[in-house]
């Protein structure tokens, strides 16, 4: 059951009540959505940005920077507001990081509101899950969950009833059963699904609710690279481009040591995609489960871990079909790249013809 996503029918999906795969939505729709490919939202997409953002933090990933920019400049999203996780870095540091990337790039009058220290507050009341109770009292939405989930689960816990009011979750985590998430040759050491592994059991409360889940995983993501050059696009570019240029070239050298690569894969934008222009993502309906297995030995300079067993988020069409399900997107159109760096704000492109 694959299938491209298509703008249109995601908007169609999100302004009714639930967010699926284009493949179930065509059955359920008579096949309409092909006629409907293409077409603009009459009204943009509701969202709350749940983020652990280390941007400009020595060694520590960029992405939920950029997805937030990226976020801030999508005419298709209206963001009800931002919570901030731990993950890619402690919530002491990653709340004021947050605030700051809002206050100076986010909408005005855009709220941050500070969530979970760790997985030992999984459903301990924060300003963050009380603001999105909130929110969803007063509408449905849509939860980009682009580092753990333990502020959405929070509230799940606390208010079962408002799992009916959440359209849709997006999140960065998942893979196929035997899938190490490795970079380059160099190095046989790879990455961990963070956001997952963070807080496993927060996935837990997820999957237990019936609440339409989509996974932009390490294997799409890892199709996207922005390099060198890329990174000098942003320093030409706007204010908000500028303001990533340095943090991201830095990051850029922390895979070129570790990896051996030139550039570095831009994770969490690719769930931000998925909802902006999900005509340039590949996805697919699959049954989902948790399982334990050995470690796959990852990089400690990607925050890395070592463990004799650990949980794996797997999607595999072997699973049970009678069980949970999630949208797995697996694979994106080259042409989304330069849509991030349009978004952005960085530089145009120079045609070397041109020269």
């Given at each position: 059951?694959?299938?491209?996503?298509?703008?249109?029918?995601?908007?169609?999906?999100?302004?009714?009540?639930?967010?699926?795969?284009?493949?179930?939505?065509?059955?359920?729709?008579?096949?309409?959505?092909?006629?409907?490919?293409?077409?603009?939202?009459?009204?943009?997409?509701?969202?709350?940005?749940?983020?652990?953002?280390?941007?400009?933090?020595?060694?520590?990933?960029?992405?939920?920077?950029?997805?937030?920019?990226?976020?801030?400049?999508?005419?298709?999203?209206?963001?009800?507001?931002?919570?901030?996780?731990?993950?890619?870095?402690?919530?002491?540091?990653?709340?004021?990081?947050?605030?700051?990337?809002?206050?100076?790039?986010?909408?005005?009058?855009?709220?941050?509101?500070?969530?979970?220290?760790?997985?030992?507050?999984?459903?301990?009341?924060?300003?963050?899950?009380?603001?999105?109770?909130?929110?969803?009292?007063?509408?449905?939405?849509?939860?980009?969950?682009?580092?753990?989930?333990?502020?959405?689960?929070?509230?799940?816990?606390?208010?079962?009833?408002?799992?009916?009011?959440?359209?849709?979750?997006?999140?960065?985590?998942?893979?196929?059963?035997?899938?190490?998430?490795?970079?380059?040759?160099?190095?046989?050491?790879?990455?961990?699904?963070?956001?997952?592994?963070?807080?496993?059991d927060a996935f837990r409360v997820l999957l237990d609710r019936d609440i339409p889940l989509v996974l932009a995983p390490f294997e799409l993501s890892s199709k996207v690279w922005l390099t060198d050059t890329d990174v000098q696009r942003l320093a030409e570019g706007s204010q908000a481009a500028r303001w990533l240029a340095a943090p991201a070239r830095a990051w850029s050298q922390t895979?070129?040591?570790?990896?051996?690569?030139?550039?570095?894969?831009?994770?969490?934008?690719?769930?931000?995609?998925?909802?902006?222009?999900?005509?340039?993502?590949?996805?697919?309906?699959?049954?989902?489960?948790?399982?334990?297995?050995?470690?796959?030995?990852?990089?400690?300079?990607?925050?890395?871990?070592?463990?004799?067993?650990?949980?794996?988020?797997?999607?595999?069409?072997?699973?049970?079909?009678?069980?949970?399900?999630?949208?797995?997107?697996?694979?994106?159109?080259?042409?989304?790249?330069?849509?991030?760096?349009?978004?952005?704000?960085?530089?145009?492109?120079?045609?070397?013809?041109?020269?």
């Amino acid at each position: 059951m694959t299938s491209h996503v298509r703008l249109g029918t995601m908007v169609a999906a999100l302004a009714g009540s639930v967010c699926v795969g284009a493949g179930e939505l065509d059955r359920a729709h008579g096949g309409s959505i092909r006629a409907a490919q293409g077409a603009r939202a009459a009204t943009p997409i509701r969202v709350w940005i749940d983020t652990d953002p280390a941007v400009g933090i020595p060694e520590r990933d960029v992405d939920d920077g950029l997805a937030l920019i990226q976020a801030f400049h999508s005419p298709e999203l209206v963001i009800r507001g931002v919570s901030v996780v731990f993950g890619n870095a402690p919530l002491a540091d990653a709340f004021p990081i947050g605030q700051r990337v809002v206050e100076r790039f986010g909408p005005r009058g855009l709220q941050v509101y500070r969530g979970g220290r760790g997985p030992e507050d999984l459903g301990r009341t924060t300003p963050a899950s009380e603001a999105l109770a909130a929110a969803l009292r007063r509408e449905p939405l849509t939860i980009l969950a682009i580092g753990p989930l333990t502020n959405m689960a929070t509230i799940l816990m606390d208010e079962p009833a408002l799992a009916e009011r959440i359209r849709a979750v997006v999140a960065v985590a998942g893979r196929r059963p035997g899938q190490r998430f490795t970079t380059g040759t160099s190095n046989p050491r790879g990455h961990r699904d963070f956001n997952f592994e963070q807080d496993p059991d927060a996935f837990r409360v997820l999957l237990d609710r019936d609440i339409p889940l989509v996974l932009a995983p390490f294997e799409l993501s890892s199709k996207v690279w922005l390099t060198d050059t890329d990174v000098q696009r942003l320093a030409e570019g706007s204010q908000a481009a500028r303001w990533l240029a340095a943090p991201a070239r830095a990051w850029s050298q922390t895979w070129r040591d570790v990896f051996d690569v030139d550039g570095f894969n831009p994770f969490d934008t690719l769930a931000v995609g998925y909802l902006t222009h999900p005509d340039l993502l590949t996805c697919e309906t699959l049954p989902i489960a948790i399982e334990t297995g050995p470690d796959d030995v990852t990089e400690p300079r990607v925050q890395g871990t070592t463990a004799r067993e650990k949980p794996y988020l797997i999607v595999s069409a072997s699973l049970s079909a009678a069980g949970r399900r999630a949208t797995y997107c697996f694979d994106v159109k080259p042409a989304f790249r330069e849509v991030l760096l349009q978004r952005l704000g960085a530089a145009r492109a120079i045609d070397a013809s041109r020269r």
